[in-house]
């Protein structure tokens, strides 16, 4: 078992920033995936970054040149710069085992508004 703690989310007005962090605890094996995700309501959960145990990332496109995931040692940031209205949702964070497990944190909940 993988226990995932999402924090870092709050309010945050157009073009600010903020950085979410997973913390991950429990049988944590060498090869995996974290990514973070996100849903807005009405709208189904999609990718955001996510970045394997050996530090390879991807992006989803609507973040790339804002967003920047990265990780040190259980724990992964997501530092989310210039946030746009539409940025809005709960963000999750996901830990992927090489053998296809997986498990999901409860989520950090991130507006973009004054």
């Known amino acids: 078992q993988v226990h995932l703690e999402e924090s870092g989310g709050g309010l945050v007005q157009p073009g600010g920033s903020l950085r979410l962090s997973c913390s991950a605890s429990?049988?944590?094996?060498?090869?995996?995936?974290v990514g973070w995700y996100r849903q807005a309501p009405g709208n189904e959960r999609e990718l955001v970054a996510s970045?394997?145990?050996?530090?390879k990332t991807n992006y989803g496109d609507s973040v790339k040149g804002r967003f920047s995931i990265s990780k040190d040692k259980n724990t992964v940031y997501l530092q989310m710069n210039s946030l746009k209205l539409e940025d809005t949702a709960v963000y999750y964070c996901?830990?992927?085992?090489?053998?296809?497990?997986?498990?999901w944190g409860k989520g950090t909940l991130v507006t973009v508004g004054s």
């Open positions: 996901k830990h992927t085992r090489l053998t296809g497990m997986f498990f």
């Open positions: 429990g049988t944590i094996v060498s090869n995996h995936v």
């Open positions: 970045i394997t145990s050996g530090g």
